[in-house]
């Protein structure tokens, strides 16, 4: 296991009763990215965005599996000293909640998972994966260098953005990704794959899907179900695999409702 980093909204010492949310962001993003609806969620909850092994600000390790990256929140959950919280994961994070809550049913009081289905998805990250490689930081001196070798191979700006995001400068003199690009890229099998059979969790479950994404089918309710027996399915229209940053009011007010739908916590201050 590795230590995550993590940024924690909405802590209070003189309201120790809220509830926790653990937010884990997808592949080749970091819990930044979740900072505005962190802030927005933070009167009524405990929001620790978290950085996932080999992304951000958290170690790197050379294992990239869904146990391990599940067994990272829960040992960060026990630092925290939070019997229970609530997992909500974006795609690859989705994936981890997903496997955390089937392993560690009685830690998990509920699970969000957006835009991710528990099945096998085949390779379609190759153009991301090559754009990325293409990069020589030794000849790199900015952000706008990156991104002028980024825009050769990915011609949406609002991708190279998000990519641009995960350029750091280990030192004054240098940049340099800040997520372990070589073992994401050896973890990719890994990554893609589907929830093992009889992975099953049986609290309450809400799934979030992109209406213009190709991740989750309407139709797949079926699937969820069979690992996930209460899953709900929320559409939100208009917004493609990133529902949370295109969609933010949308996505926002249909997490918030099934939130408060969860029965209290059984201890109270610490969930």
């Known amino acids: 296991m590795v230590e995550l980093h993590a940024a924690v909204y909405g802590a209070d010492p003189l309201y120790p009763h809220k509830p926790h949310l653990l937010v884990l962001h997808g592949l080749f993003g970091m819990g930044d990215n979740w900072a505005t609806l962190a802030r927005r969620w933070s009167d009524d909850w405990v929001v620790h965005t978290l950085d996932l092994r080999n992304h951000g600000q958290s170690p790197w390790d050379a294992e990239h599996t869904y146990a391990a990256l599940a067994a990272d929140v829960l040992a960060y959950q026990d630092r925290a000293n939070l019997s229970t919280a609530v997992w909500l994961g974006h795609s690859m994070g989705g994936k981890v909640a997903q496997w955390g809550a089937c392993s560690y049913p009685e830690r998990v009081r509920a699970l969000v998972s957006v835009d991710m289905a528990p099945k096998a998805y085949p390779p379609h990250h190759q153009e991301l994966f090559d754009a ?6 030794a000849q790199c001196r900015s952000r706008n260098d990156v991104d002028a070798v980024l825009a050769a191979r990915i011609a949406h700006p609002g991708v190279r953005q998000f990519l641009l ?3 750091g400068r280990p030192t004054p003199e240098t940049l340099a990704w800040k997520f372990n690009l070589d ?6 099998a890994e ?7 009889g992975f099953t969790y049986a609290g309450p479950v809400l799934f979030v899907r992109g209406g213009l994404s190709g991740y989750l089918d309407e139709h797949e309710l079926p699937l969820l179900r069979a690992h ?3 899953a709900q399915l929320e559409t939100v229209p208009q917004a493609g695999h990133w529902v949370h940053a295109e969609q ?8 918030l409702d099934f939130l408060y739908t969860l029965p209290a916590p059984t201890e109270p201050g610490n969930s």
């Open 165 to 167: 995001k995960n350029v």
């Open 228 to 230: 996930f027996p209460q």
């Open 183 to 188: 073992v994401l890229i050896r973890s990719y």
């Open 132 to 137: 990325l490689g293409a990069v020589n930081f």
């Open 248 to 255: 933010p009011d949308v996505f926002s007010r249909t997490v």
């Open 191 to 197: 990554i893609s794959r589907a929830l093992p059979p």
